[in-house]
């Protein structure tokens, strides 16, 4: 009886957890996908004196504050990061 109550609660749980951003670390290299933007480390080369974790979040924060969820065009977030990136002094690779 504990089994089915437990298999109920792990059900209710996996839509919440995979409605959640997704961060993976991988010798190096960053994923941090939420909201439909995707920024790569390993797509970027980074000027020497830099912190891709805080600058990808910052850019990424910055990018959601200047577009709401309720004005929603595909791909703008995503612009918007990678120019922050840019203006940062972070080079995408080709």
Known sequence: MVARGLRRWLWLAVPMVTGCGLTVYDKGSDIYS???MNLVYT???APKDSNWQ?????CDTEAREAIPSLVRRPGQRQI?????LTARGYVKRQ
């Open 34 to 36: 939420a909201g439909g």
């Open 54 to 58: 805080k600058d990808s979040y910052e």
């Open 80 to 84: 918007l990061a990678e120019r922050c």
């Open 43 to 45: 797509e970027w080369i």
